[in-house]
């Protein structure tokens, strides 16, 4: 099985922000330095992608430019959802694809960034874990387990 973002996922994730429970995003920079940020502007793409505006051009940045292994960390304790997303970003600093990136960015994000110089991160879902349970990886393994965790 592919990875297909279930629609409970796409409706907590696109709705993290606004009900108080922004994502947390881990990356690995310089010298295997760990790094992590609270992106509010995390939303699913498609069924296989998230998608974020960096905006800060800081040390998240800086990271996914030396590496493109990220994860990203979705924790609701009032609904007891919580998952660890596993990945790899690509960035687009320009063309169609940064645009389409952008129009789903919730616009308070994108108000931080008047001037639209932020960048559009892809991610491409490899793994999402539900607790300690691997409910969905790419290599077309998918382990039994619910989504709470």
Not at 13 to 40: D, E, Q, S
Not at 104 to 115: A, G, H, Y
Request: net charge negative.
């Amino acid at each position: 099985m592919q990875i297909e973002l279930t629609d409970e996922i796409t409706k907590a994730i696109n709705n993290a922000l606004m009900g108080g429970t922004p994502c947390i995003v881990a990356t690995v920079g310089p010298n295997y330095m760990p790094n992590m940020a609270y992106k509010g502007s995390i939303v699913t793409f498609d069924k296989e992608h998230l998608a974020f505006w960096e905006r800060s051009d800081g040390e998240t940045l800086n990271a996914l430019r030396q590496s493109t292994k990220v994860a990203v960390l979705y924790r609701n304790p009032a609904t007891r959802l919580s998952w660890r997303i596993y990945g790899n970003a690509t960035l687009h600093e320009d063309g169609s694809l940064r645009d389409e990136i952008m129009k789903l960015v919730p616009e308070v994000e994108l108000d931080r960034d008047p001037e639209r110089l932020g960048v559009a991160v892809l991610i491409r879902v490899d793994r999402v874990r539900a607790g300690s349970q691997t409910i969905m990886q790419r290599d077309g393994s998918l382990q039994s387990g619910g989504t709470a965790g």
